[in-house]
């Protein structure tokens, strides 16, 4: 099932590929594919369940770094800072994965329907075998892809049915979080997604902890066990995340890009910037084009 599933999201990445991404009519359902290993990605990573088919890949949270391959799925059930870089890949053997952005709509319709049943936000990001359900519902919605007349019919209730098993598997518990109307989850990315609507803008603790209706103290707690990070830490990851992204994809300058995403100076910019990304900007732009050189 595992070598179908990789035949046809090869087959169609092949022909729909651009920068190692190949969207799909379905909506929520992106397929990466890599030639060759790549360099380190910084992101804010949102609530996601990627199905690696060929290749191995490694994400770090924190302290935390999870190693991944053929035959196992990535799970991050909150918006979190995450550094990623495709390990294995070649030519004759791409990094292949599907992506599959988990639908909030979708997850709180089923948790109501499947009833009573344990769930816990925990650590964030998680790694684990497929469940070979969740294969064969991907595989199915794959297959719609090249019958786009079939798509408007089937792909609700295959979308629908996917969600099932991933909330029927060995992550589900913490998948499910995501349905529980005012979990700690759910009340934790509302602070986030405050936090990420203007990473410029300063926001104190106790406006966050408001936003989430918890106490500062209990608010800190939850928020530290759910992201990995204090807000603080994470407004900064954020900022700065933004940062090289206006750096790298734009070009803007150093100094407009630090008053931009909140800095009040560029000295302070810079060093922060170093010590999140390993060297200053100024320095990963540089080592950035000659990257962009080598692999043109």
Known sequence: MTDTLLAAASRYAESHCLDGVAPTPVRGLTILHETMPTALNYAISTPLVA???QGSKRVAMGTAAFDFGAGESLLITMDVPTVSQITRASAGAPYVSLVVDLDHAVIQGLVAEMGAAPFAAGQPVRVGATDSEVTDAALRLMRLLDRPASLGILQPQLWRELHFWLLSGRHGGAIRALGI???HAQRIARAVAMIRSDPAKTLRVERLADVAGMSVS???????????LTPLQFQKHVRLIEARRMLLAEGAMIGNVAYAVGYESVSQFTREYGRLFGM???R???????????AA
């Open 181 to 183: 109307t005012d979990s």
């Open 51 to 53: 199905i690696v088919l």
């Open 218 to 228: 209990a608010f800190h707690e939850h928020f530290r066990t759910i992201t990995s």
């Open 284 to 294: 990963d732009v540089k080592a950035a084009k000659v990257r962009l050189r080598s």
């Open 280 to 282: 200053p900007p100024a």
